[in-house]
């Protein structure tokens, strides 16, 4: 057979390069990229033939075809997923290929083919590229060696089938490739390979160093035979104990990057001489990784009484060796512990006892009972650990997440992760043994069919002798008695507070100074009484909340509950005995006591009980003075210190010492005690005192006409009343410390910010003013001091920070602030948010010009400068001194105006050549020189003639310029000079005529009198050098040059761009707020970031792109009118360019491309500061980014020049992981995404993408699911897997993000971790302080380390309505003055899913970055700060470093997200972490952490409990007639206490609390001028009626986790939403969040006002219910007013006709919510179906408030006759009975008949309707029914039928049984259309005025506006 391509003697032609955009992939290519997961081997083999396919399409074939015989080999019955569609596409295309093929053989057979193509492409191609190895890329190297193998692999299926020889050459060459295949395997950031020696990493000594203590093998005994050669400690580990191949090669990999950074470090600090050498590894380098690895292991040791294994040898030189198994051990056991890894104590466990086998396998320890060398109790086959240690384990949680049953079952019904893991905090968990008993409790799960007893019994019986451990410690009970139990004394403090208040406030004046009266202080000690009781019902609500956790109890905790629980109760009985021992006249039972205890002789009995009952207090309060004294006694294990403070609280291995020092106990102290003293004196002065007279005289009074049936009317002191008007005041009591806590929370935050030097760089102005000092700030900030120097502290230092400015001898300075400046600068220009000309004007020469000796500013600063001067100069009068005074009076004026003077010098002598005019020149220059020196420029010189010099000048920069080759511009370049010449000497210079005839006369000696044309000579060497080669340092000297001479005053405005005028502000400012010094990029902390993402946008398609909505409006046309001065690549350029355009457009949104463009500027900022750490003087001046771009390719693909180098440092530094967890089944699929994905990496060489296989394999005839965690990087433009890990299981068992970042962590590096979300962004110029952040890990923030460094945010969606403005000013407040003050001083700042950095080595070791147990921990990132915290972790907050994030921007995406923000906080308050962080903070920081997690949102549900407390207090009064006999009494006229009340619950409704925080913020970012007109506008554009809908939103669904839980995570979607919402879309959003709520308190008003005979019509009622309507109409029509279009009369049409067809359509099996009305309805109800017991009764006890409508209005009909009879009430139910029974009658009579018998059904309904009129006739006739009658039975009955609703919803399974449903449902639809019609009807109406719709659109978009967009068009469509 012929030969394809070439004959032997020809090179084949190299590999072609791919493209790096899959886009431009063929779709041949596209085949080795889909292939299933169970045929993975086949894809090299695909890929290798897609390779080859352009050299020789025959052997490509033959690939193919080999590729299908293995893939049928691997899976022959196509059982797999996609295996069988995989193997017809492969089939069909070689079928294609076959024939065609054929004919382009060159050789004889296939065989000789393939041997021939072998033959060339290893001896023309590998042996070349192995030759060249130092030079070669890696990559390309082992490409070309696994390309050769594959085709061996082929060339042998091939002779087999033709019965053919392989060449005995071509069996050397493969045997060659085979090993340097087996060598040169795939790596992520190490090639440990032999072969890779020369790799620029490799050659780090640190590196070396550990790679050296690695491969110290010395003296262990290896467990096979069989010991290769280059093996090192982990492989040994991974031959003892069974660790999976790929765990061992990336924790190998992880623990050398570990340990060459500490080295490195430790090194760096130690050793003074530079010249030592560092092939060592470091003993202390050792020492640091153990001691942060090992601390909560030696922790847990230690608090179970066990010794540690980690047992040292006696010889020294195998300490080291020692150390670093036992480190390597604990990184396999993580690495490969999978789900395991949210339980760090259970690592604990395994680690401790597989550290006692490797103590025992060195030491050759004996077994006593078989008398041989004791081995591994699991043995070290492979995958043992994996099978025999994790997977057990996880069996158990997977079974227990069954249990769950997707989020309905009960928290109690399940164990979760901590339940798991705290089981391992007893010393029973040894009881599990080593190896682990398979039949301990521990692993038994019960299944579903044993739930009932009978099957239990029956099981028993059976033998299943296990019983289920159920909880441990703590039981998640659906309650809302939690927020009592977590923080008990807080509660306890504010009940007393308020009961003394109450009883000063009853006697005499009610001044405060009666307490100092005797009777007075006897009654405000009963508070003890009342705090025994709260005791008491503390130990009880203690008892029942853990009595499903007992089993897990020790025999001291239960004992502890019990004797709470009794001495609470001793107290209750003896405190109130001994306070009525000091009653005086006494009677009945008190009396009889008296005269039982008048032996005692102890006159203050009482006294002597409450000091006793304070002796506890008393000590809580001396150990809360002495913190350090605190810390230690809970960290202590000594048994004395355990009963101390055993009584205290239950012992845990958590939670023990988190006191803070002295001083920032003091703060945070200071900050509570003034709270409060303001809180309890308003609530003292304004709500209390005032209500207790009216309170005496409601008391008093004698009510006996009710204008209703009086239930209790022997109720004394009118009870009743009482209650109604106290309940609202008591609620804001409780609730109005929110309030207090934004008030002082703004104050504080505000002096700290001012003191952190936040905002003194906002505007250009603030710049341009500071710029001087900006380089020496650069330099001290950003660029590692050549010694190290301490900080300078102190209140100088905090008022102001100082930098000493860049002198014009200090080039190399001045270099490296250029370098960095620029950078930033071209990111700007890369980013798209200035131009090429404002580039050229904001950036610094890399290296000033030694001859200008002055340092030489950005052109933006000296903007109009030069000609300014000019105008000053041409036209001045006076001396030389007073010129140069008024210029120096501008210090840029004047550098502008030297600069541009030696620039002219400069630009003259370099293009004056000739010898004459050369001399012509020099005496002019001498002789202004000499003027400017003597100070008699004015005299000698006329300044007029200036400005025609200047015009010259420019004209002849312009030339240089432009460089023009033609010999007109040359001329012109020498008239212009020429020009110049006769402007200086005839028009300047006074004797100018001098110089030239001085050179007159030289040149008449020589030249026989003939004057000379200067400039203009033809001799061979001409007098002017032009035109100049290019020369990239000239250029930048002339075009900066023209600049100076020509920029007017548009400059003063550069940048244009908002956002880069922000950046840039902020980067400025932030250089001269504290933050520690840089250390060089070698010495400095290594990090990663990693991004969880599931299945988000990536990059927006081009059909996305265009792709237009309903209203004609697509993407790419929002885009380009919402950010027009961001769009500087020309419209026909991004038309053309199709990737340029998807890119523009995925950088403004909210994607997977921006977030990793951004996080990958660490790299690209670590790449320039080493270049600026490494390079060379020579190379520093020339600039960065000249050194790279001068080298050739050889160059820099050699690993010895500067780039490798700069390359490896930052692949030291940084890693940057995606954990994309769908990767590998999008990419199975072939969908677009993960081509996009592949993208990014090709991109970005450095970016890892983690993700999970899931492949079916078969085991012993039967088909599983097997699960990988997979690492991949690009290489070749193709992904390559680095590591394959196999895990037990599927690893998403509980919350998805929190489980998709588990399974990724293990490939991140570094000793810091960033978590980033996929919508946000990062900025090169932030980047930068990357390192300075790092080092805040090593220095103390208190009494410990930190181990979260929290981050500021930029939220970068605001521009696009309204309603992004809101959200985003209410965020920015949040991460900024926010977390400023939870930092400090409250020290409670937890984790919120911000880009924080974490303390990788602490949370490793203590469960991760989020905890992940399904619902509980809903809200996973603050689950991190809380478990930082419990486990003496420090979170603190630093402002100068800032990340962009995006939010949502449409009513509906925000709402979502605060929904699921509000369900998180639900289950927040049942979690252990928060009952444990109540209970282990002091009282004051206990306050702060109420307040700023889940207080707010219990806040937030008492504002809106109040308004319906005070509305049904109020309805209580008017229909029982109370309020009419109060208003006799002239004390009760006023409600000044109600009205305070009421305008604090106002402040939380209106959103006002929030408003505070911003003002301050946006006042001291941006100043309070422009503070104040922000509020103003947003109140313009009615934020309140945002925030009103907000609260809303937060109280429903925190209310309903609370009650009945159904919280689930809410993807918000984070697209641009500017499109109109559909009202059936609306309606299913907020029917029962909003609408519900909104009906029920409008029909409360209405009654209110209709039967109110107190406020009609006065100011009082319109002040007391403003906010009360305003919540109404906000709650029923927000989401129509912020919907655009939302008053458009077509869209209202269509929303109509579409809702009719959504409510009347009919659910079932598979139809979904946004088709009908049935199935969203059923679904709504979920919660309730998995609602227990306790959540059903209170849902029906809440129902019953709506009967009291019905009973209190039917009393007030007409029809009544003002009787007061119970049978008037009983009448209306007979009316409500008859009304059902004809709706019912007539459903059924629609059921059966109006199919078959049409015309009797219409008789029904005819006799129905006649019947009706005719029972309505009489009505109105006999009985006296009136028009207002119908309405008030109208509000009377239909809150009873909504009653009922409710009551068969809570009863669902019981009306099912009684066949009930069909007409619960029935009568649901009623009134939703019922509602529907009422919430269309206004906005329809409104929607007839055109201008309503014209208002709304500047409302919503009033931000486009101001920025001049088109938002009608977007809203239209109209292009």
């Known amino acids: 057979m012929a030969a394809s391509g070439a004959s032997t003697s020809e090179q084949p032609p190299r590999p072609l390069a791919r ?57 022959p019955t196509s059982s797999g997923r996609g295996v069988r569609q995989f193997k017809t596409a492969l089939l ?165 990057l570990l340990l060459a950074n500490v080295h490195k470090r430790k090194i760096h600090k130690t050793r003074t001489s530079t ?46 060796q020692r150390k670093i198994l036992y480190t390597g051990l604990y990184l396999l056991i993580w690495g490969e512990a999978a789900n395991l890894r949210f339980m760090p104590e259970c690592l604990c466990y395994i680690y401790h006892h597989m550290a006692y086998e490797l103590f025992g396998l060195l030491g050759g320890n004996v077994s006593t009972v078989t008398g041989e060398n004791i081995k591994p109790a699991y043995g070290g086959e492979e995958e043992s650990f994996l099978k025999k240690v994790v997977t057990p384990i996880y069996n158990v949680i997977s079974e227990e997440v069954k249990r769950n049953r997707k989020g309905t079952a009960k928290h109690s019904q399940w164990r979760n992760y901590d339940d798991l893991n705290e089981f391992f905090w007893s010393i029973d968990c040894f009881r599990l043994g080593w190896p682990m008993r398979a039949d301990a409790d521990y692993f038994y799960v019960p299944k579903e069919f044993e739930k009932h007893s009978s099957m239990k019994e029956t099981a028993q019986r059976r033998g299943h002798r296990k019983k289920w451990m159920a909880k441990t410690n703590f039981v998640e009970i659906r309650s809302f008695w939690h927020i009592f139990r977590s923080f008990d004394r807080m509660w306890t403090f504010y009940i007393l507070a308020l009961q003394a208040m109450i009883i000063i406030s009853w006697h005499g004046t009610g001044s405060p100074t009666e307490i100092f009266s005797g009777s007075v202080f006897k009654e405000v000690l009963s508070v003890f009484i009342t705090a025994s009781i709260l005791k008491f019902l503390q130990a009880i609500v203690d008892i029942i909340f853990s009595w499903k956790a007992r089993q897990s109890m020790k025999y001291r905790e239960i004992l502890r509950y019990i004797l709470k629980a009794v001495v609470a ?72 210190c355990n009963i101390l403070t055993w009584w205290q609280q239950p012992r845990l291995y958590i939670g023990r010492g988190m006191h803070e020092s002295f001083s920032s106990l003091f703060k945070y102290t ?41 239930l209790f009317p022997q109720a004394r002191k009118n009870i009743g009343v009482v209650i109604s008007i106290w309940s609202p005041i008591i609620l804001v009591y409780f609730m109005d410390t929110q309030i207090w806590y934004s008030i002082f929370s703004t104050i504080v935050g505000g002096i700290y910010g001012a003191f952190r030097h936040l905002g003194e760089i906002r505007t250009l102005g603030m710049l341009r003013s500071r710029f001087q000092s900006l380089p020496g700030a650069f330099n001290a900030r950003l660029v590692p001091p050549v010694k190290e120097k301490e900080q300078k502290k102190g209140l100088k230092t905090l008022l102001s920070q100082t930098f000493d400015p860049v002198e014009p001898g200090k080039r190399q300075e001045a270099a490296k602030f250029a370098q960095l400046w620029n950078q930033v600068i071209a990111s700007f220009r890369e980013e798209d948010l200035i131009n090429n000309r404002e580039m050229n004007l904001l950036v610094v020469p890399y290296s000033s010009d030694p001859s200008l000796h002055l340092v030489q ?35 840029y004026m004047q550098c502008a105006v030297k600069e541009c003077y030696e620039s002219f010098k400069h630009v003259l002598k370099s293009i004056v050549v000739g010898n004459i005019e050369k001399k012509v020149i020099i005496d002019i220059i001498k002789e202004v020189d000499n003027n400017i020196k003597e100070g008699t420029l004015l005299e000698n010189f006329k300044m007029s003639g200036l400005p025609l010099l200047y015009n010259k000048f420019v004209e002849l920069v312009e030339c240089l310029l432009k460089n023009d080759i033609e010999s007109t511009t040359r001329d012109k370049v020498i008239l212009l000079l020429q020009d110049m010449l006769e402007v200086v000497t005839e028009d300047i210079m006074l004797d100018g005529y001098k110089i030239l005839d001085s050179v007159q006369e030289e040149v008449t000696t020589n030249n026989q009198n003939q004057r000379p044309q200067l400039f203009a000579s033809a001799d061979p060497d001409p007098a002017v050098r ?114 340029d355009l998807r890119h523009w457009a995925s950088y403004r949104g909210q994607t997977l491309t921006r977030t990793v463009r951004g996080m990958m500027y660490y790299r690209k900022a670590l790449e320039l500061q080493s270049f600026l750490d490494m390079a060379k003087v020579e190379e520093m001046l020339e600039g960065y980014r000249s050194v790279v771009e001068s080298m050739t390719d050889e160059q820099r693909r050699s690993q010895r020049h500067l780039p490798a180098q700069l390359q490896a440092v930052a692949d030291m530094k940084f890693t940057y992981v995606i954990s994309c967890q769908l990767y590998g089944t999008q990419k199975i699929r072939g969908d677009p995404i993960a081509a996009d994905i592949l993208n990014l990496m090709v991109t970005y060489p450095s970016l890892r993408v983690a993700y999970i296989d899931e492949v079916v394999e078969k085991e012993k005839d039967k088909a599983h699911k097997v699960y990988y965690s997979i690492l991949v990087k690009a290489v070749n433009g193709l992904d390559q897997i680095i590591y394959r890990i196999k895990l037990p299981g599927d690893p998403i068992l509980g919350e998805g993000k929190p489980e998709n970042q588990n399974h990724a962590i293990i490939f991140t590096r570094g000793e810091a971790l960033q978590t980033i979300d996929m919508n946000q962004d990062n900025y090169l110029e932030e980047a930068f302080k990357m390192r300075n952040l790092l080092q805040e890990f090593l220095k103390k923030h208190g009494v410990r380390f930190p181990t979260i460094l929290g981050l500021r945010e930029h939220i970068f969606t605001g521009s696009v309505s309204s309603l992004a403005w809101f959200m985003s000013n209410q965020e920015t407040s949040f991460v900024t003055i926010g977390q400023r003050l939870l930092a400090s001083p409250l020290k409670v700042r937890f984790h919120y899913g911000h880009p924080d950095v974490f303390d990788r080595l602490f949370h490793l070791t203590r469960g991760g970055i989020s905890k992940a147990s399904k619902l509980i921990n809903l809200s996973e990132d603050i689950f991190a700060g809380f478990n930082s915290t419990l486990r003496q972790g420090n979170v603190t907050h630093h402002e100068y470093m800032q990340v962009g994030k995006g939010r949502d921007v449409g009513l509906n995406q925000i709402s979502q997200f605060e929904a699921k923000v509000a369900n998180g906080n639900g289950e927040q308050t049942l979690s252990r972490d928060i009952y444990r962080l109540g209970h282990r903070f002091d009282f004051f920081r206990m306050m702060s952490c109420y307040f700023t997690t889940v207080g707010f949102y219990f806040s937030s549900m008492v504002t809106v409990l109040t308004v319906y407390i005070f509305l049904y207090g109020r309805l209580y009064l008017v229909l029982s007639g109370l309020e009419a006999a109060m208003l006799r009494e002239a004390a009760l006229q006023h409600n000044s206490p109600l009205e305070a009340a009421l305008a604090s619950q106002s402040l939380v409704q209106l959103g006002l609390l929030m408003a505070l925080p911003m003002l301050m913020e946006i006042g001291l970012e941006r100043g309070f001028r422009k503070a104040l007109s922000d509020f103003v506008v947003m109140q313009l554009q009615l934020a309140s009626v945002f925030f009103t809908f907000s609260l809303g939103t937060k109280t429903h669904y925190y209310g309903r986790t609370l009650l009945h839980g159904g919280a689930k995570y809410r993807a918000t979607g984070r697209g641009f939403v500017v499109y109109h919402a559909k009202f059936a879309d609306n309606y299913r959003f907020y029917s029962r969040s909003h609408f519900v709520k909104g009906l029920e308190l409008m029909l409360l008003l209405i009654v209110y006002t209709v039967y109110s005979h107190s406020y009609r019509k006065t100011v009082v009622y319109i002040l007391i219910t403003y906010s009360m309507w305003f919540m109404v109409g906000t709650w029923l029509f927000a989401p129509f007013l912020f919907n655009p279009s939302g008053f458009e009369w077509q869209k209202i049409v269509d929303d109509w006709t579409d809702w009719n067809k959504w409510i009347n359509n009919r659910g079932g099996i598979g139809v979904i919510q946004e088709k009908s009305w049935e199935s969203w309805w059923d679904e709504e109800q979920e919660h309730l179906k998995h609602s227990g017991l306790r959540g059903r009764i209170w849902e029906i006890l809440l129902s019953l408030r709506f009967f009291l409508y019905q009973y209190g209005l039917v009393y007030h009909l007409n029809i009544a006759h003002e009787h007061r009879s119970v049978l008037v009430y009983g009448l209306s139910w007979l009316v409500i009975a008859v009304v059902l029974l004809v709706l019912k009658v007539v459903s059924m009579g629609r059921r059966r008949f109006s199919a078959d018998f049409q015309l009797m059904f219409r008789l029904l309904k005819g006799l129905l309707f006649i019947g009706f009129l005719s029972v309505l006739i009489i009505l109105i006739v006999v009985f006296g029914l009136t028009i207002a009658d119908l309405f008030v039975c109208f509000l009377a009955f239909m809150p009873t039928g909504w009653a009922f609703l409710q009551i068969a919803l809570a009863c669902r399974p019981l009306f099912q049984c009684c066949g009930l449903w069909d007409s619960v449902r029935a009568l649901a639809r009623s009134y939703e259309y019922v509602m529907g019609l009422h919430l269309f009807t206004p906005v329809a109406i409104l929607a007839w005025f055109p201008f309503v719709s014209e208002f709304q659109s500047r409302l919503l978009f009033n931000q486009a506006f101001s920025r001049g967009l088109q938002i009608s068009r977007i809203l239209t469509g109209r292009k």
């Open 569 to 640: 109760a001793a107290w209750v009985i003896i405190l109130p005995a001994c306070y009525v021992h000091t009653w005086e006249n006494p009677t009945g039972l008190v009396k009889t006591f008296q005269n039982w205890a008048s032996g005692w002789n102890f006159p203050s009995l009482y006294i002597l009980a409450v000091a006793i009952y304070l002796l506890p207090n008393a000590l809580a309060v001396v150990l809360f003075m002495l913190p350090m004294l605190k810390r230690c006694i809970e960290r202590s294990n000594w048994r004395i």
């Open 857 to 891: 500013w950005p052109p933006f600063l000296l903007a109009s400068k030069i000609p300014i001067a000019l105008d000053m100069a041409k036209d001045f009068r006076g001396k030389d001194a007073a010129l140069e005074k008024k210029i120096a009076a501008d210090e």
């Open 670 to 710: 200071m900050f509570w005690i003034l709270l409060l003293i303001s809180k309890l004196a308003f609530s003292y002065y304004i709500e209390i005192r005032p209500l207790v007279k009216p309170t005496k005289a409601i008391m008093r009074m004698s009510i006996g006409n009710y204008e209703w049936h009086e």
């Open 19 to 75: 493209s790096n955009t899959m886009a431009n992939i063929s779709e041949s290519a596209i085949d080795s990229e889909v292939v299933p997961a169970n045929l993975r081997d086949v894809a090299t083999i695909l890929r290798v033939a897609n390779e080859i396919e352009p050299q020789s399409p025959r052997v490509a074939y033959l690939c193919r075809f080999y590729a299908f015989e293995r893939a049928h080999r691997l899976d």
């Open 92 to 256: 069909q295309r070689l079928q294609r290929d076959g024939e065609t093929t054929l004919h382009l053989r060159k050789r004889k057979s296939d065989t000789r083919e393939m041997q021939s193509f072998y033959q060339q492409y290893y001896e023309n191609y590998v042996k070349e590229l192995a030759q060249t190895a130092d030079e070669t890329d890696r990559a390309e190297l082992a490409k070309a060696y696994q390309t050769a193998n594959v085709l061996f692999e082929v060339l042998k299926a091939v002779t087999q089938t033709e019965s053919a020889e392989v060449a005995p050459e071509i069996l050397a060459a493969s045997k060659d490739v085979k090993e340097k295949t087996e060598m040169l395997v795939p790596y992520n950031i190490l090639p440990l390979d032999p072969a890779s020696a020369h790799q620029a990493i490799m050659r780090f000594t640190e590196i070396q160093a550990a790679v050296s203590a690695l491969r110290n093998i010395r003296a262990l005994r290896w467990p096979r035979d069989n010991q290769k050669p280059d093996l090192d400690l982990l492989d040994w580990l991974q031959a003892t104990f069974g660790f999976q191949k790929d765990n061992v090669a990336n924790q190998r990999e992880h623990l050398i």
């Open 1026 to 1139: 032009f035109p100049f080669r290019p020369d990239e340092a000239w250029e930048e000297q002339i075009k900066r040059l023209y600049l100076l001479l020509t920029v007017k005053e548009s400059a003063m405005d550069v940048p244009s761009n908002l956002e880069a005028r922000r950046r840039i502000a902020f980067f400025t400012n932030s250089l001269f707020m504290d933050m520690p010094n840089a250390p060089k990029v070698r010495n400095m902390l290594p990090f990663s970031v990693m991004t969880p993402y599931y299945k988000e946008d990536v990059l927006y398609s081009m059909k996305e792109l265009q792709l237009e909505n309903e209203d004609g409006v697509s993407i790419l046309f929002y885009l380009q009118k919402i950010y027009p001065d961001e769009k500087h690549l020309e419209d026909e350029v991004l038309r053309s360019q199709e990737k």
């Open 275 to 320: 010249t030592e050498p560092m092939s060592k590894l470091d003993d202390e380098a050792v020492n640091e990784v153990m001691k942060k690895l090992f601390k909560n292991y030696k922790q847990w040791c230690k608090y179970l009484g066990r010794k540690s294994s980690l047992w040292l040898p006696s010889i020294q030189q195998d300490v080291q």
